[in-house]
């Protein structure tokens, strides 16, 4: 079992910048795929970005493209999302998750479904 907990949400104004973190209790880490995801209330769960085991490759959502940027440390078993320029639409809950058996495309990184483990949320609100 993958625990993970999310951090560093808070209230930000338009245009401002916020760095999430999310730190997991895995010693095989490094060799998860991780992603974040956000869920608006009313809305469904939104693929914000994902990274690959190695930090090879990632991947973005088309609203969040240029402005928010993925990272890990597999040494402190962290992921990050550092957050730019944000937007009131990226008010959310942002989740971090992560899976073992991820494919190799966009298309698998982008499915909520293939990620089996999932945190709390971390709350961001971005005032206009």
């Known amino acids: 079992q993958v625990q993970m907990v999310e951090s560093g949400g808070g209230l930000v104004q338009a245009g401002g910048s916020l760095r999430l973190s999310c730190a997991a209790s895995?010693?095989?880490?490094?060799?998860?795929?991780m992603g974040w995801f956000r869920q608006a209330p009313g809305k469904e769960r939104e693929f914000v970005a994902a990274i690959t085991w190695n930090g090879g490759r990632v991947y973005y959502g088309d609203s969040v493209k240029g402005r928010f940027f993925i990272s890990r440390d597999n040494a402190k078993n962290t992921v990050y999302l550092q957050m730019y320029s944000l937007k009131p639409e990226d008010t959310a809950v942002y989740y971090c998750?992560?899976?073992?058996?991820?494919?190799?495309?966009?298309?698998?990184?982008?499915?909520?479904?293939?990620?089996?483990?999932w945190g709390q949320g971390t709350q961001v609100t971005v005032s206009s």
């Open positions: 895995e010693r095989t880490f490094s060799s998860l795929g």
């Open positions: 998750a992560a899976g073992r058996t991820l494919g190799s495309t966009y298309s698998d990184y982008r499915r909520s479904g293939e990620y089996g483990y």
